[in-house]
Structures are given as C-alpha cells and as structure tokens.
C-alpha cells in the first residue's frame, strides 16, 4: 500500500460526463502534483501544486481543472474529455518543491474515456 | 537527443541472476537521480535517491551514478520473479520542480 491514496481506482466514463479524480496523503507534503501515464511511457507531469496554490500547469487543456482545497487533499475534475484522454492519472507528492526531495506516487486511477 | 536515454527491454533473465539497469543522460546540471519500480497496474514506487557520484546499497539493489560520463545504474542481486516490472529513471536539477523520466526497462525474471 502506498501513502499516497488516489480514488476511484477505475473510471468508466463518456465524453460529456463531468467526474473526479481525488487524491490523499497524509506525509505533511506540501507539494503535490497531477501526473499522465500512457501505456508503455513515462508519466507526464501534468500540474504541480505548492502550499495549496496552482504554481505549475503544463499547458494542459481546460477540460482538466485540478483544486487543491487543504494540504492533504488533491482533486482533478474532469469535463468533456476525449477518447486520447484515456490513460493512467497518477498524483504524486514531496515535502516542498524545488528542493531535491523524491516524489512518491499513489497508485492512479485508470480512466477510459468512451 | 532525449535527455535521458533508457533502454525499453524488455529484458528477460533467470531467477537468481545480477540484474543491471542503466540510463544515460546529457544535461550535466542533473544532480538528483532516483530510481523507481513500477508494477503493472500501480503507480511508480521509489527505490533509490541518489546524489552524488558513487555507489548506495539497500538490500539486494544497488544504484551507481557516475556524472563524470552522464551514467546511472541500478542492479539487482539475487533477481526474483517478484522483481518483474518496469524500471524507470528519474533525475532532476537543484532548485526545479520537474522530474526528467527515462522511458523504462521492462524486466522479467524467469523462475
């Protein structure tokens, strides 16, 4: 079991559905980050949070909105996502971004997009 | 030119055997170097951080960084079927947020 909680662990969902993705730790990171994994590749950072405020998005479309809403918790709202969306979303955290600490990784949520 | 170069396997070895995983890099300002194992299915799990050139052991793995020639290792002794799974490289400047992953091994171990 990882300390970094992520549900639900699969996501069945169409193009016009709205759904969440929520993460927990409770590490007492201050840093925490929304990553993208397709089959075969690395993940792909996505957005980083510090201290509950949006410091980094990767130039990621709209149809993805994350909300850092305490310390502990990470969510990312999907809405009219496309078939290309599917893929494996992974939440990290650290202690602080910028210093040289490890990232550590729950385990995802496997979304498929219909 | 990747910044991190990974061989992607996969590759297959019998039980037992030392099992050696490299990632070569270009940029010289990388200073941290982890390690992850990434099971099918699950998230990636942190196996080794390193720093600074030389060796660090913790229980059968053993990471190796040489900055001198931009080369990192990890190998495996006594490899296990429960050692099957994807390696992946990570490394990162001082001061930066962003992880640069190399593209993963996969390994199988033969019982």
């Known amino acids: 079991d990882t300390e970094v909680t992520q549900t639900p662990k699969h996501l069945v969902m169409g193009m016009t559905n709205k759904k969440s993705l929520k993460c927990e730790q409770h590490?007492?990171?201050?840093?925490m980050y929304w990553y993208k994994q397709k089959a075969k590749k690395p993940p792909e950072l996505m957005f980083v949070?510090?201290?509950?405020?949006?410091?980094i998005n990767e130039s990621v479309p709209s149809r993805f909105s994350p909300e850092c809403p305490n310390s502990s918790l990470l969510n990312l709202h999907l809405h009219a996502l496309q078939p290309e969306d599917s893929a494996l979303y992974l939440c990290?955290?650290?202690?602080?971004?910028?210093?040289?600490?490890?990232?550590?990784f729950g385990d995802g949520t496997r979304l498929s997009i219909l | 030119q990747k910044e991190v170069e990974q061989d992607p396997g996969p590759l297959s070895v019998p039980e037992g055997a030392i099992v050696s995983l490299n990632c070569t890099y270009s940029?010289?300002?990388?200073?941290?170097f982890m390690w992850y194992r990434q099971y099918s299915r699950k998230g990636p799990e942190l196996l080794m951080y390193?720093?600074?050139?030389g060796n660090k052991e913790d229980g059968r793995f053993t990471a190796q960084v040489d900055k001198s020639s931009k080369y990192i290792s990890l190998f495996i002794r006594d490899s296990q079927p429960s050692d099957s799974a994807t390696y992946l490289c990570a490394m990162i400047t001082s001061g930066t947020y962003k992880y640069i992953f190399g593209t993963g091994t996969r390994l199988k171990v033969l019982a």
């Open positions: 590490m007492g990171h201050r840093a």
């Open positions: 940029n010289s300002a990388f200073q941290y």
């Open positions: 990290a955290s650290s202690q602080r971004l910028g210093l040289p600490q490890p990232q550590h």
């Open positions: 949070y510090s201290y509950e405020k949006l410091s």
């Open positions: 390193t720093y600074s050139s």
